[in-house]
C-alpha cells in the first residue's frame, strides 16, 4: 500500500467505523473471517476445518446453494431455480404452476445452460493487476494495460489448473485477488414446490415480515453423466433452529456501495436510480398487461414478472433509504470527518474532489448509458450478443469490452447456444417497452433511436424484428456463433443487422465509462480504501462483490414500528392468512399444499429471521448452527433491511430464510418426495446409493 501510514485514534475517530460490539454488520470473506469477534460476541470459536466445509459446500447457481448429499443434491432458492423451472415448463407440462418431483435420479431433467461452481483457493494478485502502468499514464492507458493483466492471469491460472479463475477486485479496487472455481455445466432439476407455495402471498409480501413462504428447490450436479461426489456437504441438523441461536450464512451476495462517498450517492439518488425506477414500473405495466391476454401468456410471463417486481420493490427500498435524511446525514458527516484526517496527515490529492468531477461526467452520460444496448434477455439482446462475440473475440485482450474476457466468453457462449423456449408475443411486448423508453429519454435526432425505430413507432418496429428474425431457432443461433465475423456479416436477419448497427454505438459508451468512469473511480476509491485499510487491514469487510462470503448473527425477532414481530412463522400462521383473504389471489393455497392442512402440526415453523448481514445474491444461502450444520434457507430480507446496500443495522434489519423444519415436511408431507427427504437426513435410498458417481473438488 502506498501513502503515508495514518494514526489508529484520529482515522477511527474520523472515519467513524468503529464496530459497536454487538453489530452483526459484515459479509466477510473466507480468507479473513472474523474470527475474534465471533468469538467475542458469541463465544464460539471457528475452526479452518469448520470454514472449509463451509466454503467447500456452498456452491455459486445464479445466486447462491449447496451441496447437501454426498450425491450431488443442491439446496436452493424457488426463485433462484425459477429460471431453469420455467425453461422446462410448456402449455403442457407447466412446472411453475404444478411443481415438479423427480422419483428417481433418472427423472431429473437438466437445467439448458446451466452452470454451478465451488470456490477451491483464492490467492492476492494485488501487485501484479495495480500497478502494472506508469503512475502518470492517461486513464486509456491504465485500463488496458489493467484489462490485459486481468485477462493474463485469468488465462495462465485456467491453463495451469483447468479451473475457473477470476481476478475480483476488493476494497474499492485497493486489492485484487484471483478465484479459483470447480465448474459443472450439467445441473439438473430434483424438486420444486408450485410457484404459488414458493412466493405465498405475492409481490404483496415481497419482503414483508411475518412471511409463509416454501422458497426452496433442489437440484443435483452431475459431471460426465453421473452426480458429483462432493468434497464437502452440508448435514441436516439434528436440532431444530430456535431463538437466540448463533447461525453463519454462506453466499454470494451481489453488490453493496457502504463505502460510496456523497457525491456517488447523490448520483446514485438524483440520476441513476429515477431512470432505473422508471424503466421498471414501465415494464412491469407491460409485463401485466400481456399477461392479462390469455393464461398461456400469464404462464409465460411468469419468470420476467417475478424478476422486475422484485427487483422493483428493492430498489423502491433503496431509494427510500437514500431519501432518509439521517441515513444521509450520517454518511456526511463521516465523510466530513475523514476528509477533515486526510488532510491533517498530508496524504497526496483529493479523492473526494475526483469522485465529484467523475460522477458529473457519468450524469451527463447516464441517459445514453442506460438505454443504449438491446434490451434485457430479448431477442434482440440475443443478436447483440451474437454480433459482439463475434467482433470482440477478434480483439486483444486489452481491447475488449470487459464483459467478453475469455472468463466470461465461454459462459455467454453457452448459454447462447442452450434451446431454450422462446415468446415472440411476449419479446414484441419487452422490445417495444425498451424502444419507447429509448425514445422518450433520447429524442428522435438521437442516432441511437433513428437506428432501432428505422421511421417506425416502437411497436411497429419491435413487431417487424421479432416477427422477422430466427436468432430464437437455437439452429441459428448455433451456426452464427460457430460462423463468427464472416457469418454475422453475411447474415441478412433484421436483429442481427439492426444489432450491427447498435454494436459501434455500444461499445463507444462502454469505452467511455471504463476510460472516463471505472479507472479514474477506482484510482480516486483506491486513494481511500487505502486509508480504511491502513487502520483496519481486513478486519473490516470490503464491500460485497458477488462473491463467496461469510455472515453471521443470531435468530431474533424484532420491534417493527412499535409491533413486536416473532422470530418464527409457521404452517398454521400460512392457513390463517389465506383464510383470513377468502383464498383469494395472491393469498389462495396451491392444492396439495392445502389438502396436507390436517397432516401438518399448525405449530411447525415455517419461515424464520435472523440478524445476518445479507443482500441480493444470497438467495439460496444455507444457513448453519455452530456445529456447520443447516438450519435453514435464506430467501429475502425484510423491508427495514433494504437500506443494506448503503448502511447496516442490526436493530431491524432481517434476513428471511425457510426452516429445515419446513422443507423437511413440505417433502414428507406434502409432495410424497420421501425419498429425497430421506437423502437430506442422510439416508439416501437404495436406487441413488447404487447410482455411480464422480468426485469433485
Given at each position: ?9 484520529s ?12 453489530a ?16 467475542q ?12 466445509k ?10 447462491s ?25 410448456s402449455?403442457?407440462?407447466d ?32 501487485d ?63 424438486f ?35 452426480p ?29 456501495s ?55 420493490k ?141 421511421g417506425?413507432?416502437p ?7 421479432i ?26 436477419d ?5 444489432a ?37 487491514g ?82 439460496g ?77
Open positions: 500500500m502506498t501513502g503515508s501510514p495514518l494514526s489508529t485514534i482515522i477511527a475517530m474520523a472515519i467513524g467505523m468503529a464496530i459497536p460490539a454487538q452483526d454488520e459484515g459479509m466477510w470473506t473466507f480468507d479473513h473471517p472474523p474470527l475474534q469477534r465471533i468469538e460476541q458469541y463465544g464460539i470459536k471457528l475452526t479452518p476445518d469448520w470454514l472449509n463451509l466454503q467447500g459446500a456452498a456452491v455459486k447457481f445464479g445466486a446453494g449447496s451441496f447437501v448429499s454426498a450425491d450431488g443434491l443442491m439446496l436452493t432458492n424457488h426463485h433462484v431455480a425459477l429460471d431453469c423451472i420455467a425453461q422446462l415448463s402449455p403442457g407440462h412446472l411453475q404452476q404444478h411443481g415438479f418431483v423427480a422419483a428417481t435420479q433418472t427423472e431429473e431433467l437438466r437445467c439448458p445452460g446451466a452452470t454451478a461452481r465451488v470456490l477451491e483457493s483464492t490467492e492476492d494478485v494485488t501484479t493487476i495495480l500497478h502494472v502502468a506508469p503512475a502518470n499514464a492517461d486513464a486509456d492507458t491504465v485500463t488496458r494495460a489493467r484489462k490485459a493483466a486481468i485477462a493474463k492471469v485469468e488465462d495462465d491460472c485456467a491453463s495451469k489448473t483447468g479451473m475457473r479463475c477470476q481476478v475480483v477486485p476488493l476494497y474499492s479496487g485497493s486489492i485484487f485477488h484471483l478465484y479459483r472455481y470447480r465448474q459443472w455445466d450439467d445441473v439438473r432439476l430434483a420444486a414446490p408450485e410457484f404459488q407455495a414458493a412466493f405465498f402471498g405475492g409481490d404483496a409480501d415481497n419482503f414483508v415480515y411475518p412471511r409463509f413462504a416454501l422458497d426452496f428447490a433442489l437440484l443435483r450436479i452431475y459431471d460426465h453423466g453421473q458429483v461426489h462432493p468434497a464437502h456437504y452440508l448435514k441436516l441438523a439434528t436440532a431444530p433452529v430456535a431463538e437466540g441461536d448463533a447461525i453463519f450464512v454462506v453466499g454470494n451476495p451481489g453488490r453493496t457502504r463505502l460510496f462517498t456523497i457525491a456517488e450517492l447523490e448520483q446514485l439518488r438524483d440520476v441513476r436510480m429515477p431512470l432505473m425506477l422508471a424503466g421498471a414500473r414501465a415494464q412491469q405495466a407491460a409485463l401485466h398487461a400481456y399477461a392479462a391476454r390469455s393464461p398461456e401468456a400469464a404462464r409465460q410471463a411468469v419468470q420476467p414478472l417475478f424478476d422486475v417486481e422484485n427487483w422493483l428493492s430498489m423502491n427500498g433503496e431509494m427510500a433509504a437514500l431519501n432518509d435524511p439521517s441515513l444521509m446525514a450520517r454518511k456526511a458527516s463521516e465523510e466530513a470527518a475523514f476528509r477533515q484526517a486526510y488532510a491533517a496527515h498530508g496524504l497526496k490529492g483529493d479523492p473526494w474532489r475526483d469522485v465529484e468531477h467523475i460522477v458529473q461526467r457519468k450524469s451527463a452520460k447516464e441517459k445514453e448509458l442506460w438505454t443504449v444496448w438491446y434490451g434485457h434477455r430479448t431477442l434482440f439482446d440475443t443478436a447483440g450478443h451474437i454480433v459482439e462475440m463475434a467482433y470482440e473475440r477478434a480483439l486483444p485482450e486489452s481491447e475488449r469490452m470487459g464483459e467478453y474476457r475469455d472468463l466470461s466468453l465461454r459462459d455467454t457462449d453457452r448459454r447462447l447456444r442452450a434451446d431454450q423456449p422462446v415468446y415472440k408475443d411476449m419479446d414484441i411486448v419487452l422490445q417495444t417497452h425498451f424502444f419507447t423508453e429509448a425514445r422518450s429519454l433520447l429524442g428522435d435526432a438521437h442516432p441511437f433511436v433513428k437506428a432501432v425505430l428505422h417506425e413507432t411497436a411497429q418496429s419491435a413487431e417487424r424484428l416477427r422477422a428474425t430466427h436468432v430464437d431457432d437455437v439452429n441459428e443461433r448455433r451456426r452464427l456463433l460457430d460462423g463468427g465475423i464472416a457469418a454475422v456479416e453475411a447474415s441478412t433484421p436483429l442481427i443487422q439492426l450491427r448497427t447498435v454494436y459501434p454505438m455500444r461499445r463507444a459508451l462502454v469505452r467511455f465509462s471504463e476510460t472516463e468512469i471505472d479507472t479514474p473511480i477506482i484510482e480516486a476509491a483506491s486513494k481511500l480504501g487505502q486509508a480504511r485499510f491502513t487502520l483496519y481486513t478486519a473490516v469487510p470490503p464491500d460485497a462483490t458477488g462473491t463467496l462470503r461469510l455472515s453471521y448473527g443470531k435468530v431474533a425477532g424484532y420491534d417493527a414500528a412499535g409491533i413486536a414481530t416473532p422470530w418464527k412463522s409457521t404452517f398454521g400462521g400460512l392457513n390463517a392468512r389465506s383464510d383470513a383473504f377468502d383464498h383469494k389471489a395472491p393469498f389462495d393455497l396451491p392444492a396439495q399444499l392445502d389438502a396436507a392442512r390436517s397432516k401438518i402440526d399448525p405449530r411447525t415453523p415455517l419461515d424464520f429471521v435472523t440478524t445476518a448481514d445479507i443482500i441480493g445474491g444470497n438467495s444461502s444455507p444457513v448453519v448452527n455452530v456445529q456447520g450444520d443447516w438450519v435453514g434457507l435464506i430467501f429475502d430480507g425484510n423491508l427495514e433491511g433494504l437500506g443494506g446496500r448503503f448502511i447496516y443495522t442490526d436493530e431491524r434489519a432481517r434476513s428471511l430464510a425457510v426452516s429445515a423444519e419446513a422443507i423437511l415436511t413440505a417433502l414428507d408431507k406434502v409432495y410424497g418426495a420421501s425419498t429425497l427427504a430421506r437423502e437430506l437426513r442422510g439416508q439416501p435410498s437404495s436406487a441413488a446409493a447404487s447410482t455411480g458417481g464422480t468426485h469433485g473438488g
